[in-house]
């Protein structure tokens, strides 16, 4: 079996920690590091890391001056609690980018937010 490992530069790997683990509705878990962290589904499986800006000498990951983030990137999401997941997303931000609405391509419902470093996240529902 095969994995991808998103990783994402942030500014605030704790507060980033927060913010998504409050969107899926998983327990509040302290990064083990300031610099790193995952989000984990309920089963272990890596569904997210967070990276600080600068550590390591990543060259991609050295400053988000140098390039926006999120460029060209969506970090779409599947839950299998979309109504939960909706109201949990109104607690999170003032608006969504986009509102909930049948994607006519996959005929899921689907909604758009922004993180707290700008990245565009995408729910949508497994059913």
């Given at each position: 079996m095969k994995r991808i490992w998103t990783i994402i530069g942030v500014a605030?790997?704790?507060?980033?920690?927060?913010?998504?683990?409050?969107?899926?509705?998983?327990p509040h878990v302290a990064p083990h590091h300031d610099y790193f962290g995952q989000i984990t589904d309920t089963d272990g499986e890596v569904l997210l890391c967070l990276h600080s800006w600068g550590e390591h000498d990543h060259p991609t990951l050295t400053s988000p001056t140098h390039a926006t983030p999120g460029n060209g990137l969506i970090l779409f999401f599947r839950v299998d609690d979309f109504e939960a997941a909706l109201t949990r997303a109104r607690e999170l931000v003032s608006a969504l980018e986009e509102e909930p609405s049948i994607n006519p391509a996959t005929g899921t419902r689907e909604f758009a937010l922004r993180d707290p470093d700008g990245y565009a996240v995408m729910i949508s529902a497994l059913d």
């Open positions: 605030d790997v704790p507060k980033s920690c927060t913010w998504y683990q409050s969107l899926f509705g998983h």
